[in-house]
């Protein structure tokens, strides 16, 4: 979150590590998933935010062990999950301002066909220039190689 929803909040350090205990908990209640997990709470200056670690296995409700991969829906769920939390701890829900959201839309719609351009490009002569070396470092050991030849 943004250090200006922090201070209209009235968040105090120590939030964010229960807003993350709550997030989990909630999670493994809806999933049935009962994960390992650690977090660190950073209050820099700008966004006030958590860092956390999961397991890479978690165990079922009947204590199978399976390995974990959090997908895009799984994320999604953290999102709305945190959003629930916070707007459960400070009482109310901030609205987000209307032009914020649309120069984000604005932005990533305009700069990201750019962005793939400026950077598929170069990745795509690179990989041709790999291969082309490739092939000509193949084609010199086997020029090479005695027992090739024969």
Known sequence: MSRDEWNKSGFEPGDYKEFIREVMNRYELTTGKRLNWIA??????????????????????????????????DREVFRELFQEVKNDARGFELERPVNHEYKKEHFLTKNSKEQTKNVAKPLLNELKRRIEESRRQGERERENNYDYRR
Do not use: S, T
């Not at 200056?45 to 974990?68: M, Q």
């Open 40 to 73: 660190a709470e950073h209050l820099n200056d700008n966004n006030p935010h958590a860092h956390v670690i999961i397991k890479a296995v978690y165990h079922d409700r009947d204590n199978v062990p399976f390995r974990l991969k959090i997908d895009k829906n």
